[in-house]
């Protein structure tokens, strides 16, 4: 879990903050608030994941509750990757 | 059309002819045909000009009868014909056929009310020896630019800033203000222009400058207080509405074809463009000439609509289909003629265009600019209305679907739940009140590309209320006008003249030498279209449906029924290979290396490198992302061009101004 956080933290500052302010950015922040994610940046944090873990995202997954801050990605990807094994 | 400049030194102090032809000469672009100069002890007046009206006879600066009035004037007085019969009634004479020549005597008969009386797109400078003023204005809806400075005693101005920077005083400074107008609307509010103390003159805006004062006043204003939203038109009305918008559109495009050399015209593929087409082969006939943009990218692509279009109306077609390659390569000299950074590159393409109007031939081009301010056009406006109905039912599963519908070529919309939608778009309840309702989102959108702006710019611009600026230059009772007149005001007041007029149209067009004329922006249409209820330009969400049913007619059904497409072209793609990653033109490595963001000072270094990587690693698919790469792109062009290297920039124009075009 600590280690998708991780991941998933490095990836969003990489793309959405381009680096600058990262020690703002807590893993409960949310990424609408904070205004880092457009429609286009929800789906590259969709294919992110998707290759990163293995994890395939129906639509009716693609909801805030389960992107919009990195510990409720790193949660999303734990509740997938548990029903995988 | 034509390039002015000039100035008066408030001080007294005698005008140098020089300087006057420098400044000119700097304009050749705007008008290669012939240029002359005018001085009277403090005042000088210069003209380049590209001969359209009475070409034997417009030599300009001139002068009335009595030698006491002298003009130097940029563009089209259209109803100049119908002005010099009246003028002639009431005992004036005329030595020539021109359009000029009859704004003197306008002056002559009503001083600066006679603007009043012109319909058409102008910028002009009247010196009054008589009165001892100066007397400088722009047509209504910006059309023509002017830009003025105050000097050292001089008021200096030209239809182009590079002129203005020959005066020594003036210097390019970046205007941090400016700079984050452009990275929110995409342009700086007028009158301020990216340069500090450089000024435009705003559309529908007169400069008086007499006994040592300079007043600004404003002559023609976008006015929407007598609409009502909530009217509904019979349909025997609709049928009386469609009538008249024929009519006028029809003169519109009549009087536009007023000129002594051939006129041609732009075709998109969309309505607005094929309805001017065929408007003006219903005087032209079969001889007329259009023009268009093609683009690799199927996605912007819109060749088989215009196809359809020549195919069903007959005219000689001409296309220009640009590559990537070739829009990054374009995108310097661009610059130089746009004086402004901008957020998108959909201005090159036009810019290539231009050149490819200019070499066979045609000087004058017929546009359909205007139509989607004017005539309920703009998704914006749809977005707006889909947003205000969804938040008057917020738990409603089907009105979120709208906005999916609204945007079918945005990939990213598609799969996103009404969670996401209800975020991106701002829909909430009680929203609609904002007076900017409609583009807070895409302005708080773009607003985030300000992300890349170094520590200092951003400690400078920290103290600014969000959307103060704009809200002071609104009129008085906006906020009582509903959703969609505000918007439509936002977009025909601002973006019109700000981008889509000026670095999307004037700039890249006379770059090339070439007129555009736009029967959208008669006045006449325009003031007529502020009358129309709203439900008939927009019924539920058809867009358009006035001009549709005015003009269905006319045009292939092809181009009636399609999706509306906005114009757009490719950005990050421009200027790295997707394929290798690599800098396509020399100059983007140099303008986005480490060492030269850091030296001019405007961007963050390390954040733009990011950026750099994402898009080079081919990621930067979003809207964000490819604004901000071409703003910065552009940003550091403009310093480079007009800050840094502005004395080789100078002479380098002016000599080419002399000897060959502009592009090769």
Redesign the interface.
């Known amino acids: 879990m600590e280690q998708i956080e991780r991941e998933v933290r490095q990836f969003v500052i990489d793309n959405f903050l381009f680096g600058e302010g990262e020690a703002q950015l807590s893993n409960d922040d949310s990424f609408l608030e904070k205004g880092l994610v457009d429609s286009m940046g929800i789906l590259t944090l969709v294919a992110f994941v998707q290759d990163k873990y293995a994890v395939t995202v129906p639509d009716e997954d693609l909801v805030p509750e389960n992107w919009d801050s990195v510990k409720r990605i790193a949660r999303f990807v734990q509740g997938k990757s548990s029903v995988i094994r | 059309m034509c390039g002015i400049a000039g100035l008066l030194n408030l001080n007294g102090a005698p005008a140098e002819a020089e300087r006057l032809w420098q400044m000119i000469r700097l304009l050749g672009h705007r008008g290669p045909d012939d240029s002359g100069i005018y001085m009277d002890r403090a005042v000088g007046l210069a003209h380049s000009r590209l001969s359209i009206i009475d070409i034997s006879g417009g030599h300009q600066p001139m002068h009335n009868g009595d030698r006491s009035t002298w003009i130097t004037f940029n563009g089209e007085i259209f109803n100049y014909i119908e002005l010099s019969k009246e003028l002639s009634s009431k005992g004036h004479s005329f030595s020539t056929q021109s359009d000029t020549e009859v704004i003197l005597k306008l002056y002559e008969e009503y001083g600066p009310d006679c603007v009043q009386h012109m319909n058409g797109q102008w910028a002009f400078a009247i010196w009054d020896t008589k009165k001892k003023r100066l007397f400088l204005s722009r047509d209504r809806l910006g059309v023509r630019p002017l830009f003025y400075v105050t000097a050292r005693n001089s008021l200096v101005f030209a239809s182009e800033i590079k002129s203005l920077l020959l005066h020594p005083g003036i210097d390019a400074v970046i205007d941090l203000k400016a700079l984050a107008q452009v990275f929110t609307y995409w342009f700086p509010l007028a009158p301020r222009t990216i340069f500090q103390n450089i000024f435009e003159l705003p559309p529908g805006h007169s400069l008086i400058a007499e006994n040592g004062k300079i007043d600004v006043r404003r002559h023609w204003q976008l006015d929407y207080s007598q609409i009502d939203p909530t009217v509904e038109v019979p349909r025997a009305r609709e049928e009386t509405y469609s009538e008249e918008l024929r009519e006028l559109l029809l003169d519109a495009t009549r009087i536009r074809l007023r000129a002594d050399v051939p006129v041609g015209a732009y075709l998109s593929g969309g309505l607005d463009s094929s309805i001017i087409t065929a408007l003006t082969k219903k005087f032209v006939g079969s001889s007329l000439c259009t023009f268009s943009v093609a683009f690799e990218d199927r996605g912007l692509d819109e060749s088989a609509y215009q196809q359809e279009v020549v195919r069903v109306l007959g005219t000689n077609h001409r296309t220009i289909r640009c590559t990537a390659a070739e829009i990054g390569e374009t995108l310097p000299e661009m610059i130089w003629h746009t004086e402004c950074p901008v957020l998108r590159t959909a201005p090159a393409p036009l810019f290539l265009l231009s050149k490819l109007v200019r070499d066979s031939g045609f000087k004058v081009v017929l546009t359909g600019e205007g139509s989607d301010e004017f005539q309920g056009g703009y998704d914006i406006y749809k977005e707006a209305k889909i947003r205000a109905f969804w938040a008057a039912q917020l738990d409603s599963k089907r009105r979120p679907l709208l906005l999916k519908k609204l945007y079918p070529y ?4 598609q ?3 009404p ?2 939608l209800q ?2 778009f701002h829909v909430r309840s009680g929203g609609t009140s904002d007076p900017f309702f409609s583009h807070l989102p895409r302005w ?2 773009t607003a ?1 590309s300000q ?2 702006f170094s520590a200092a710019v951003r400690a400078q611009l920290q103290d600014r209320v969000p959307y103060a600026d704009l809200q002071s230059l609104l009129p008085q009772d906006f906020s009582r006008w509903d959703v969609f007149s505000r918007a439509q005001y936002l977009e025909g007041a601002f973006l019109l003249p700000g981008y889509l007029l000026s670095s999307q149209g004037d700039r890249v067009a006379m770059a090339h030498s070439v007129e555009g004329r736009y029967p959208f922006l008669d006045h006449r249409v325009v003031e007529f279209s502020t009358r129309i209820p709203p439900r008939l330009k927009m019924k539920v969400l058809k867009e358009k449906y006035l001009l549709k049913l005015a003009f269905g007619g006319m045009v292939p059904p092809s181009v009636t029924q399609r999706p509306k497409q906005p114009y757009r072209a490719p950005d990050a793609i421009c200027f790295f290979n997707p394929v290798n990653g690599r800098p396509r033109h020399p100059y983007v490595g140099e303008m986005l290396s480490p060492e030269l963001i850091r030296e001019y000072g405007i961007f ?1 270094p ?6 750099i ?2 898009v080079k690693a081919g ?1 930067a ?4 992302d490819n604004s901000a790469l071409v703003g910065i792109v552009s940003t550091q062009l403009i310093i480079d061009q007009f800050v840094v290297h502005l004395r080789e920039k100078l002479s380098d124009g002016a000599n080419r101004a002399r000897s060959s075009p502009v592009c090769n």
Do not use: C, H, P
């Open positions: 945005l990939a990213g919309l799969r996103q739940s969670a996401y975020a991106f708080e959108l985030k992300l890349f963050d390390g954040t733009v490198l990011k950026l990587e994402k990621r698919t979003s809207f964000l």
